[in-house]
């Protein structure tokens, strides 16, 4: 089993940033893929971004640029910076773990991101 503990949520003003993090433990493999999603009210969950254990970076095309995906390996944390929010950037976000071969998917219990002034 994997626990995932995420943090850093809150409410900031258009053009802010607030910078996410997650902490996994438990049955943890070397290769693996981290990643952040977030699901807005009456929508379906999305990713948000996605870093695999060797550092490589895949971001959704609407945080590309303003979001940057991190990852520490040695204390099994990935991170979120979120730079230059937007109303729309408002949701859920949940970190993700998926060991390499798969063990399942496992989610942390989300963090909310309000955007408003």
């Known amino acids: 089993q994997v626990q995932l503990v995420e943090s850093g949520g809150g409410l900031v003003q258009p053009g802010g940033s607030l910078r996410l993090s997650c902490a996994a433990s438990?049955?943890?493999?070397?290769?693996?893929?981290m990643g952040w999603y977030r699901q807005a009210p009456g929508k379906q969950r999305d990713v948000v971004a996605v870093?695999?254990?060797?550092?490589?970076?895949t971001y959704t095309d609407s945080v590309k640029g303003r979001f940057t995906i991190s990852r520490d390996n040695a204390k099994n944390t990935v991170y979120l910076q979120m730079n230059n929010l937007k109303p729309e950037d408002t949701a859920v976000y949940y970190c993700?773990?998926?060991?390499?071969?798969?063990?399942?998917?496992?989610w942390g219990q989300g963090t909310q991101v309000t955007v408003s002034s």
């Open positions: 438990g049955s943890i493999f070397r290769l693996n893929v």
């Open positions: 993700n773990l998926k060991n390499v071969p798969t063990t399942g998917d496992y």
């Open positions: 870093i695999t254990s060797g550092g490589h970076t």
